[in-house]
T-cell receptor, first 112, second 113 residues
């Protein structure tokens, strides 16, 4: 079965600084990759997804992620963060068996 | 609004009791997933159903069970509740295998006292 590792449990960053949240996956089959965001007391919302095609995927709120097959990574980036980006971010992988697995999450805290 | 509805939003119950959490997926979605989110264990996949049949099983305790009904809504049953079962339980749905994302409900917050 596929699995996901989010390498950082917490990432503090100052407002307007760039940020990268790291995600590595393992799978023996073709995968589909996702990033979700969870704001306090809310459910998970999709930020972006990689299904096929271009390895650079753009999502909502200025986020983007790059699929790297050789490194089995799907890191999330934003060139300039805002206070409102403070949230928990989850990387997820879905294989052909329709099973969707999430990483442990990365708490992004944006400081003024 | 994701289109996934979970009820109730909050539930407080005593140890040893049994509760049922309900999930209505997005219209047309055949897959339902259940997840448990707690502070110490993060987001844990419990179980998945596809068109009424169990498709995948994760870290679900034997005290927990789920089912998906013909109208595609799903219920998660938690029995012999322990303090450690206190968590946020999420339901998510998707329409077909493989290349689509899952849409999440707002969750049911279970507190066991």
């Amino acid at each position: 079965a596929q699995s996901v590792t989010q390498l950082d449990s917490q990432v503090p960053v100052f407002e307007e600084a760039p940020v990268e949240l790291r995600c590595n996956y393992s799978s023996s089959v073709s995968v589909y990759l996702f990033w979700y965001v969870q704001y306090p007391n809310q459910g998970l919302q999709l930020l972006l997804k990689y299904l096929s095609g271009s390895t650079l995927v753009k999502g909502i709120n200025g986020f983007e992620a790059e699929f790297n097959k050789s490194q089995t990574s799907f890191h999330l980036r934003k060139p300039s963060v805002h206070i409102s980006d403070t949230a928990e971010y989850f990387c997820a992988v879905r294989g052909n068996n329709n099973d969707m697995r999430f990483g442990a999450g990365t708490r992004l805290t944006v400081k003024p | 609004d994701s289109g996934v509805t979970q009820t109730p939003k909050h539930l407080i119950t005593a140890t040893g009791q049994r509760v049922t959490l309900r999930c209505s997926p997005r219209s047309g979605d055949l897959s339902v997933y259940w997840y448990q989110q707690s502070l110490d264990q993060g987001l844990q996949f419990l179980i998945q159903y596809y068109n009424g049949e169990e498709r995948a099983k994760g870290n679900i305790l034997e005290r927990f069970s789920a089912q998906q009904f013909p109208d595609l809504h799903s219920e998660l049953n938690l029995s012999s509740l322990e303090l450690g079962d206190s968590a946020l339980y999420f339901c998510a749905s998707s329409d077909k295998p493989g290349n689509t994302e899952a849409f999440f409900g707002q969750g049911t917050r279970l507190t066991v006292v």
